[in-house]
Structure formats: C-alpha cells, structure tokens
C-alpha cells in the first residue's frame, strides 16, 4: 500500500494515479467513507490527463485506526504531511461534505504554492451546528443522534443513510440503488468506531468562517438544494460569501452524495473549473 506516516505515528493510506508532472487534482472524502467514494471522479480526470490523489482520512478506510486526532487541526496536517511527502505543487483540492471542511482548513494555512485552486461539494463550512450567530444551522439534538445509533449499532446506521438522506433514496420518484448503498456501508464499517464517532463533532461543529476569509485561490463551491444532511440555505451561499474568490453553483434538487448519483453532470462542470 501507498502510505505516509505522520508525526505521531499514523498511517495514511492514499492512492496516486497518472503522470508525475501533471497538475494534480487532491479529494478529500465525506464521513464516514474512504478515498474510493471517488472512483467516478478520478477515473475522469485521470482520462483528462490529470495526476488524481485522494487519501483515506485518520480512523477511516485504510488509514491507521489511531487513538486521537480526529479533528479538523489534525486532519489538515495530515494532508500538509502529504502533500509535502508527495510534493504537490498548484493542486486542486477537491471535498465533499466532511472533506469540504478539511480543505477549508488545510488551504487557508497552506505552503504558498501547494494550492491553485479548491471546490467544495456539499460540503459542510461555514458551520453547520446551530449556535446564537448561526441561527439556521442543527440543533446539538440532531448530532447526539448520529452518536447514540453509531454507538448502538454502528452497522445498520451506515445501512440506514445511505438508504435515505444521503443519495435522497427516501424521496418519491427517485430509484434506489443498493450497489450504492452496499459500497457506502463498505468503506464505513472499514473504518474505525471511535474515530467517526468523534469526527462527528469534528464536521457539526468545527466554525470554518475564519477559514474562508482567509482563502486567496478560486474556490468553487456547489451544493444540492435536495440536501438532507447539510442543508443548502446554511452552507454553500454563507461559504460563497465569506471567500475572496468564490463560484456559488447550484443544483436544483440534488442530493448530499451528488457526486455519484449525478457524476454525469458533476464531473464535466469540476472540469470546466479547474480548466479556467
């Protein structure tokens, strides 16, 4: 396997496919998954030329089941770790949902150089827990739920989100796909108990919003307004306005997990960004 090891000892797992001195294209995963929630995306631009490189986040896939860490500070020096080992150079980073989160954060202190441009995907900035200054975000209530069923019986949660909220398959007139939900449940039950459990605080309530202020590249930033896990209204419009340079695209009625029920449609658009 392809891996780095960190300061304090963990693994991380990561895939690097296409030619060396091509730009690289860098995705970051959604909780609780792996870096193969991105096969639609890094099999198209690895057939557009591009280097393609996603990582297994600490505690999730392949990566080492570490003690602590997960959180948004450490998730973003893991991937400095990376990128520095690799020695990426004006690389797009790409993330969904939890891995929008971990960009914000890793390209607002990244090396001058390392980045060029970033998309989030339905991704979960500028905050997604409801507070006195975020009036629209959840309530607390709704995340010590994901906690208490992961704790109860980890395995039917990760059957139960993707057969509902995630892809939008609890919705009237759209068509389920187990493959879908199977490879979902996969890479989560690969990853480690504890830290999705803690990554649970990690995305709901890490407040991004200084992070995006301080982001100088383009960032692109699209969002389903079908969204049923981070809900649109306090997501992708507040993050597109808190950037210096942002591209606010949206996406009538899609889903959280787009990038995979809609790829078709996602991809080609991803590309037209990092092309400009």
């Given at each position: 396997m392809s891996e780095i090891t960190t300061t304090d000892g963990t693994h991380i797992y990561y895939k690097d496919w296409g030619p060396r001195d091509a730009q690289p294209i860098v995705f970051h995963h959604g909780w609780p998954l792996s870096a193969?929630?991105?096969?639609?995306?890094?099999?198209?631009?690895?057939?557009?030329?591009?280097?393609?490189?996603?990582?297994?986040?600490?505690?999730?896939?392949?990566?080492?089941?570490?003690?602590?860490?997960?959180?948004?500070?450490?998730?973003?020096?893991?991937?400095?770790?990376?990128?520095?080992?690799?020695?990426?150079?004006?690389?797009?980073?790409?993330?969904?949902?939890?891995?929008?989160?971990?960009?914000?954060?890793?390209?607002?202190?990244?090396?001058?150089?390392?980045?060029?441009?970033?998309?989030?995907?339905?991704?979960?900035?500028?905050?997604?827990?409801?507070?006195?200054?975020?009036?629209?975000?959840?309530?607390?209530?709704?995340?010590?739920?994901?906690?208490?069923?992961?704790?109860?019986?980890?395995?039917?949660?990760?059957?139960?989100?993707?057969?509902?909220?995630?892809?939008?398959?609890?919705?009237?007139?759209?068509e389920k796909s187990q493959a879908v939900i199977d490879n979902w449940w996969r890479q989560g039950m690969m990853g480690a108990a504890n830290a999705h459990y803690e990554c649970i605080k990690a995305f709901s309530e890490t407040d991004f919003t200084e992070d995006l202020k301080r982001i100088e590249v383009p960032v692109l930033v699209a969002h389903g307004t079908g969204d049923q896990v981070v809900p649109y209204d306090d997501a992708a419009p507040l993050s597109a306005k808190l950037l210096k340079n942002s591209r606010l695209k949206t996406y009538e009625g899609y889903p959280h997990g787009m990038l995979t029920t809609h790829a078709d449609v996602l991809n080609p658009d991803l590309l037209a960004f990092v092309k400009e």
């Open positions: 193969d929630d991105w096969d639609a995306q890094m099999l198209f631009f690895l057939a557009q030329g591009y280097r393609v490189i996603a990582h297994d986040r600490r505690g999730h896939g392949r990566s080492s089941q570490s003690a602590g860490g997960h959180e948004m500070d450490t998730y973003a020096a893991d991937v400095a770790a990376l990128t520095d080992a690799l020695d990426l150079r004006d690389a797009v980073h790409i993330g969904h949902s939890t891995g929008g989160g971990e960009v914000a954060r890793y390209v607002a202190r990244a090396k001058p150089g390392r980045v060029a441009k970033a998309v989030l995907v339905s991704s979960v900035p500028p905050l997604m827990l409801r507070t006195e200054a975020n009036p629209g975000g959840l309530p607390l209530e709704v995340f010590d739920g994901f906690r208490a069923a992961l704790a109860s019986n980890r395995a039917q949660f990760y059957v139960d989100v993707p057969s509902g909220p995630f892809y939008n398959f609890d919705q009237p007139g759209v």
